[in-house]
């Protein structure tokens, strides 16, 4: 399974951008760049999804390096709610299409 | 919108007893998956489920742990003889497309 790196953590303030990046150097031409979160005491949740275009839906964007080693989630004005572990998986097309996760990045969001 | 459901929220039995949690997914959804996650520690897939079998399962599945679609509707995970080391969060999850996670169920091994 392709590895991904992120930062343990990282703080934003409320109603501020935050960008979390994640690094796939390794990544193969078939693999989707998924990112799911974690909120406390809850199961993970899906976030969006790509291949190669920079994708948008109601929770975030994502853009997606040209050569696609690396990618970063876009949360436009987080909230207190968005304060969750964010995690950059790489999911094969071929097989189960299991998710291997990491350790994620745990994002505070300051008041 | 729908979710995938799990009972119990919370289960607490004692080391060599069998346990069943159950999942209902998805309607519509074709594949099914368990997942596990030891307090602090990272979600770790367990098995994958499709066309009514086992699709793929990982070292942690081993003899002890089983799985099953009874009914059409749930889909259970078995643990025929619990040890300490199985109290986790157990995640079902189930997806046409993208994977959607259930709540969880808390499993505590005493």
């Known amino acids: 399974d392709a590895k991904t790196t992120q930062p343990n953590s990282m703080e934003s303030n409320e109603e501020e951008p935050v960008h979390l990046p994640c690094n796939h150097s390794?990544?193969?031409?078939?693999?989707?760049i998924h990112w799911y979160r974690q909120l406390p005491s809850q199961g993970p949740e899906y976030v969006i999804h790509?291949?190669?275009s920079n994708v948008n839906n109601r929770m975030a964007s994502l853009a997606i390096a040209e050569d696609r080693k690396s990618s970063t989630l876009i949360l436009h004005r987080a909230t207190l709610r968005d304060a969750a572990v964010y995690y950059c998986?790489?999911?094969?097309?071929?097989?189960?299409?299991?998710?291997?996760f990491g350790q994620g990045t745990r994002l505070t969001i300051n008041p | 919108e729908p979710e995938v459901t799990q009972t119990p929220s919370h289960q607490v039995t004692q080391m060599g007893q069998e346990v069943i949690l159950r999942c209902v997914p998805i309607?519509?959804?074709?594949?099914f998956y368990w997942y596990r996650q030891i307090l602090g520690q990272k979600v770790e897939f367990l098995v994958s489920?499709?066309?009514?079998?086992?699709?793929?399962k990982s070292e942690i599945f081993d003899d002890q742990f089983s799985v099953e679609r009874p009914d059409g509707s749930n889909f259970t995970l078995k643990i025929r003889s619990t040890k300490l080391e199985d109290s986790a969060m157990y995640f079902c999850?189930?997806?046409?497309?993208?994977?959607?996670f259930g709540p969880g169920t808390r499993l505590t091994v005493t």
């Open positions: 999850a189930s997806r046409l497309i993208e994977q959607y």
């Open positions: 390794t990544i193969s031409g078939t693999d989707y």
């Open positions: 790509g291949l190669t």
């Open positions: 998986i790489l999911r094969s097309q071929q097989g189960a299409q299991k998710l291997v």
């Open positions: 309607s519509n959804h074709l594949y």
């Open positions: 489920f499709y066309n009514n079998e086992i699709s793929e």
